[in-house]
């Protein structure tokens, strides 16, 4: 045990002014209260609604804005989008396939649209994202399932070579479980995946899960609830819930994408050794005081880290001999 005397932490200036200005904002959403009891399905429904209602009360509407189409697929019992911003033509066959994140119980329906239409900007490429179901109703594998189903009726239309999977936060694990998942069902797997501040490990023995409590600007107070209730009775070291403990021989080429600042950067440091040490080719990549959010997608370092993000895909949909218009 370690302790560590209370100090205030200033706004760094070795970022650029417009990253210092949203760190100068400290913690950014609502302030952190209790969450629901593990069995009390409606305090969790309202929690989900409060604060779903909080961001899209942020971000305004998902479409304003956006230069291309949108299109909705029921794949019962859930949907699907697909978003392809202008410029992408319609014999450019790469699509990303982009996990939401949000706890494992946020960020579904319109701010799964949102999401989706960030991504596929981020990528400049056309974008699958699956609005899966989610806990309280629907724990796990349930939001894994939806996840699978989704990537299977891609692979009814796309070779798998023309796919780079990915996602942020819990759909960073989703992301990760999905492939391994995929591998071990004899399904083929996608060209490269992309971890945007991916949870790997579940049961949060990762040190920047203590150390950056409260120092990350997005991702602080309690967290235990939300991986609890997503495992349901499942055992959180069980490798599709926490990949980190899998056996990671034979999954795709990986980047990771984190901040000295994000309460995750143990897991994707973690995660990122134990790809290497599993001969998987995998790139880290860390941004100077960087929270789980990184910047808002308002800083030069965002900017950057969408960059690294296209170049990755586009560096391996161009090693599996894919080509875009």
Request: with cysteine; hydrophobic share 40%; glycine share 10%.
């Amino acid at each position: 045990m370690t302790s560590i005397p209370s100090r205030d932490v200033p706004v760094p200036n070795s970022v650029s002014p417009e990253a210092q200005a949203v760190l100068a904002m400290g913690r950014l959403g609502p302030p952190p209260r209790e969450l629901p009891a593990l069995e009390d399905s409606v305090g969790w429904k309202a929690y989900v609604e409060e604060m779903d209602g909080f961001v899209r009360s942020m971000v305004g509407d998902a479409t304003e804005g956006f230069a291309g189409s949108i299109e909705e697929r029921d794949l019962r019992p859930c949907r699907l989008y697909v978003v392809t911003p202008d410029g992408i033509e319609d014999e450019d066959r790469r699509v990303y396939f982009d996990i939401h994140g949000g706890a494992w119980v946020l960020g579904g329906g319109e701010l799964c649209k949102r999401t989706t239409i960030a991504s596929a900007n981020a990528v400049r490429a056309r974008t699958w994202s699956v609005d899966y179901r989610m806990p309280p109703d629907h724990p796990f594998p349930t939001p894994l399932d939806d996840c699978l189903m989704a990537y299977e009726r891609l692979l009814d239309e796309r070779h798998h070579s023309e796919v780079v999977v990915g996602g942020a936060s819990a759909g960073g694990n989703l992301a990760a479980a999905l492939v391994l998942r995929a591998r071990d069902e004899g399904l083929p797997l996608p060209a490269a995946v992309i971890f945007n501040t991916g949870a790997f490990d579940l049961t949060g023995s990762g040190d920047t899960w203590l150390i950056n409590d409260g120092l990350d600007n997005v991702l602080s107070g309690p967290v235990e609830p939300c991986t609890e209730l997503y495992a349901g009775a499942h055992d959180r070291r069980e490798p599709y819930i926490s990949p980190l403990f899998a056996d990671l021989s034979g999954l795709p080429p990986a980047i990771f994408l984190t901040g000295t600042r994000d309460r995750l950067l143990s897991d994707n440091v973690r995660m990122h050794r134990a790809l290497r040490k599993a001969g998987v080719d995998a790139e880290l990549h860390v941004w100077e005081a960087a929270g789980h959010g990184g910047f808002l997608g308002m800083a030069p370092e965002d900017a950057d880290r969408f960059a690294e993000m296209r170049r990755f895909a586009e560096v391996h949909w161009a090693g599996a001999g894919v080509r875009h218009t």
